[in-house]
T-cell receptor, first 115, second 113 residues
Framework: AQSVTQLDSQVPVFEEAPVELRCNYS??????LFWYVQYPNQGLQLLLK??????LVKGINGFEAEFNKSQTSFHLRKPSVHISDTAEYFC?????????????FGIGTKLQVIP | DGGITQSPKYLFRKEGQNVTLSCEQN?????MYWYRQDPGQGLRLIYY???????QKGDIAEGYSVSREKKESFPLTVTSAQKNPTAFYLC????????????FGPGTRLTVL
């Protein structure tokens, strides 16, 4: 069975500082990995995804993530955060047991950017 | 513009009443999903549908029901059997083939009084 662990429930960071949001996963088969962002009282929006190929994935809003198979991690990074990055971030893993695409989400990490 | 709409955004109901949440998509996606979101618990799958006239239970289906009579519509009914229905409900859709990306609606916040 697949699972996702987001190691930090909340991450405060000063504006213009770098940030890393951690995500570890487990899965018995090849995986596809995603990061989504959720602003207050809104739905989730895709930030980036890893399907195959290069382990460094670039997404929207200056975010990037690195797939590390040996460490089963998919950490999200941004070199300089902005106030507008304050939101909740969800890591997700997807595979296809029995022909159905099952997506498992982590519990989320709240990023608070401090002015 | 293509996307997913959910209505209403806020919904209040009295205990013991059934209520139906709407989800419509114009992305021509085959698969649709309903998730429940509670603080500190992430998203939990309620029901999913891979094709019209077919749907399957997710991880927390008890107290919920769905229908998929049209490709673009996937309404969720929260029944009186759901013991703790107050939550934020998210609908999503995808093409249904791996690798895949789910696209989410804006959500409906249900409060039971």
């Amino acid at each position: 069975a697949q699972s996702v662990t987001q190691l930090d429930s909340q991450v405060p960071v000063f504006e213009e500082a770098p940030v890393e949001l951690r995500c570890n996963y487990s899965s018995s088969v090849s995986v596809y990995l995603f990061w989504y962002v959720q602003y207050p009282n809104q739905g989730l929006q895709l930030l980036l995804k890893y399907l195959s190929g290069s382990t460094l994935v670039k997404g929207i809003n200056g975010f990037e993530a690195e797939f590390n198979k040996s460490q089963t991690s998919f950490h999200l990074r941004k070199p300089s955060v902005h106030i507008s990055d304050t939101a909740e971030y969800f890591c997700a893993v997807s595979d296809r047991p029995g022909g159905y695409q099952k997506v498992t989400f982590g519990i989320g990490t709240k990023l608070q950017v401090i002015p | 513009d293509g996307g997913i709409t959910q209505s209403p955004k806020y919904l209040f109901r009295k205990e013991g009443q059934n209520v139906t949440l709407s989800c419509e998509q114009n992305l021509n996606h085959d698969a649709m999903y309903w998730y429940r979101q509670d603080p500190g618990q992430g998203l939990r799958l309620i029901y999913y549908s891979q094709i019209v006239n077919d749907f399957q239970k997710g991880d927390i289906a008890e107290g919920y029901s769905v229908s998929r009579e049209k490709k673009e519509s996937f309404p969720l009914t929260v029944t009186s059997a759901q013991k703790n229905p107050t939550a934020f409900y998210l609908c999503a859709s995808s093409r249904g083939t791996l690798p895949d990306t789910q696209y989410f609606g804006p959500g409906t916040r249900l409060t039971v009084l």
